[in-house]
Structure formats: C-alpha cells, structure tokens
C-alpha cells in the first residue's frame, strides 16, 4: 500500500525470467513500483529486457516462482486478461504487426471492446461507437477514421491503437519504443498525443531506448540493462552523462532542453 492506502497501479518484486533454449536469464530480479497518477520511463538499451517486462505484466511470460516474488496490478497479483485491459493498456510494436489488416481506423477501435484483433462477428452498439468517435476526436485522427489499418503510415496506424487501448478508460497506458519507425513529425505528433493522454490523468509508462521520447510530464526513470534494474530516481538526477553513458557502454554527453532530454552522440 502506499501512505494513502491506494495501492500501487503497478509493483514487481525480484522477478526473475529465464527463457529460451540456452535458459537465458532475460530478467533478473526486476524490483520496481509505479504509483496512480505517475508518468514513468524505462529506459534501456536492446535486449535489456524491456519488452519481456511487458510480458510478464501481459501474463505471456512467467517469472520464477520464488519467495517474495511477485508482479500485482492494482495491488493484485492474479486478473484475468479482460480484467487487466481496465487497468493497463498496451501498446506494443507486435500488436501493430498484427493490425496490418483490411480493417478501418474506426474498427480497430471498436475491437478493443471485444479484446479481439478485428471485429468478426461482434455487434457494436451505439455506446460503443460513440465513445469511439469521441477518442479519436481526442487523439485528434478523426479524419482518418475510415482509412484501412494496412494503408496507413506507422504514426497513423500506431495512434489508432492507442485509441484501442484507450476504449476502456484504463487507469495506465504501456507504450513499447512508441517512436519506433516514425519519422521527425510523426514523432512530434506522437508525443504531443502522449502528452495529451498524461495531462488526461491516464499514468503513462513508456518503454524506450530514446532520450527524446521522455515527455516532460514522466518524472521518474527506470534504467534497465542485462535485465536488471541499473537504477532508477527522479529524471533530472537519473538522465546524467554518467548514467547514460554507464548504460549504453560509451560516452554520452546529454543535453536538456524545455524539459526534454537528448543524447548527444
Ligand atoms: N522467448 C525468448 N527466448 C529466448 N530469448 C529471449 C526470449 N525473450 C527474450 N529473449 C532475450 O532476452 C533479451 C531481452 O529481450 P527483450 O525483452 O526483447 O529486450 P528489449 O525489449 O529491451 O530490447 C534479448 O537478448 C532477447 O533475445
Ligand atoms: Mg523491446
């Protein structure tokens, strides 16, 4: 519990996951919380482990059962997958993949009511869309609705599955490398719409091996590296030159400017 009696939105405990056939350790004893209401970034290098930290959030990896482990969402350690979805959503570079379809915008919006990649067989009722057409007024993409998933650009596409992920009111969203692939303005675009849904009240905690991703609303940094928690604190004592560059194993000079962060390499 946190000193308001609200438990943390999310709280992992020396989670260890060992996968693959040479039994890699791919996270190591991950300890880390993130209360309501607060924006937060790991950080970290490929293959530091970060997406297999989505996993075990999402359920799709298992950490070793191990006393005093633990991953709790919401203070809980077992939900089920539609439960989570109202907590969490997430936004990851394999559901893009798997958005590469004849569907429209709007319908990949709609399908994050059913939990499904499209909408098949499911009816959509009036409510529905209405509070579809409300987010992506909000996201701003409402012009692009009727355009198909597979025809838009990755910041099109990637900004409707986030409108996806927003259908349930969730209390946090999950953004994997969300600038992945987009271009100097897709990028800008993108994160004034995270800026957008942070200011919203929607916890942000986004995944990056970026500086400049971190919007200035995330205060606080999760360093990640040979899956393990490096360190983590309040971003302006944690974005150094020294950690940066401890991190990625070369000299990194960072630079700050109107509350972003750039590696100057
Ligand atoms: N299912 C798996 N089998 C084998 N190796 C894996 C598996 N999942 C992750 N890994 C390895 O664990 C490391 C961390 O991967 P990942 O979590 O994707 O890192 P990141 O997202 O930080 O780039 C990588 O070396 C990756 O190859
Ligand atoms: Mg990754």
């Not at 999950?174 to 919203?200: G, N, V």
Request: hydrophobic share 40%.
């Amino acid at each position: 519990m946190t000193e308001t009696g609200v438990p943390p939105l999310l709280e992992l405990n020396r989670v260890t996951v060992i996968r693959g056939d040479e039994n890699k350790r791919v996270l190591d004893r991950i300890s880390f919380k993130v209360l309501p209401g607060e924006h937060v970034a790991i950080l970290g290098p490929n293959g530091a482990g970060k997406s297999s930290l989505i996993k075990v959030i999402t359920r799709e990896y298992y950490p070793l059962a191990r006393k005093g482990s633990f991953c709790k969402v919401w203070g809980e350690k077992h939900w089920n997958i539609f439960e989570l979805r109202h907590l969490c959503g997430i936004v990851s570079n394999d559901l893009q993949g798997m958005y590469a379809r004849d569907i429209s915008g709007l319908e990949a919006v709609l399908s994050g009511f059913f939990g499904s990649i499209g909408l098949q067989q499911n009816r959509v009722t009036p409510a529905q869309k209405r509070k579809a057409l409300k987010i992506l007024k909000f996201l701003g993409i409402e012009s692009l609705k009727d355009r198909k998933m597979s025809v838009m650009s990755s910041g099109e596409a990637r900004r409707f599955l986030i409108g996806r992920a927003l259908v349930h009111d969730p209390r946090a969203l999950i953004l994997d490398e969300p600038t992945h692939s987009l271009d100097i303005k897709a990028a800008y675009h993108f994160k004034r719409m995270m800026r957008k849904i942070a200011a919203s009240g929607v916890s942000i905690i986004l995944v990056t091996q970026n500086l400049q991703d971190i919007i200035p609303e995330i205060s606080r940094i999760i360093l990640m590296k040979n899956g393990r928690v490096m360190m983590e604190g309040p971003k302006k004592a944690v974005l150094t030159r020294r950690n940066i560059s401890r991190l990625f194993d070369m000299p990194i000079p960072v630079t700050r400017k109107k509350g972003y962060y750039y590696a100057m390499v």
